[in-house]
């Protein structure tokens, strides 16, 4: 009779809780309900963002990551449910909306901070701005190549944008 009790609790949430285990354990355990989802997005994040960009997996980081969304995202998370729950009640479509969007804008821009600060990477602006910085020596080196035209491509003359960025 014991393990039927145990498996029924395990379905049903915490044992005298009479919910399911979701429930039982924002009951119980409300610190701990609000952060493992963010330390298991963080360090997930980092894995991703990894292998995206091509670099080799870091274990280290990763945790580092999961880390910083324990001790930044969680708490930056809940005082920013806390104010929009105060500044903008209500349940509608619009107002959940605009709780998500401003809830993934301030969540990205406090991983974006956590995972630039993390030695040996990079804020993803700074490998844009070298893309960038790239594309605009190829195209001065092209004009300087041929100055009166622009190849067949261009029709023989140069491509006025790819002109304007090799001015800058």
């Known amino acids: 009779m014991q393990d039927y009790r145990a498996l029924r609790a395990g379905r049903e949430g ?3 809780t009479g919910k399911g285990l979701q429930a039982g354990l924002r009951a119980r355990a409300p610190v701990l309900f609000r952060v493992a989802p963010l ?4 360090g997930f994040g980092d894995v991703v963002t990894r292998h995206f960009h091509g670099q080799r997996q870091d274990p280290s980081k990763a945790a580092a990551m999961a880390a910083a969304g324990a001790a930044v995202g969680a708490p930056a998370s809940a005082a920013l449910a806390a104010w929009m729950g105060a ?82």
């Open 39 to 42: 330390v298991a997005s963080w």
């Open 14 to 16: 915490l044992p005298g």
């Open 87 to 168: 500044a903008w009640p209500g349940g509608s479509l619009g107002v959940a909306a605009g709780k998500f969007a401003l809830d993934q804008a301030v969540g990205w821009a406090l991983w974006m901070a956590a995972y630039a600060s993390l030695p040996g990477n990079e804020w993803y602006g700074a490998a844009l701005l070298r893309t960038a910085a790239t594309a605009r020596a190829a195209a001065a080196r092209a004009a300087r190549r041929d100055p009166g035209g622009g190849g067949a491509a261009a029709g023989g003359r140069a491509a006025p944008a790819a002109l304007a960025v090799a001015r800058r």
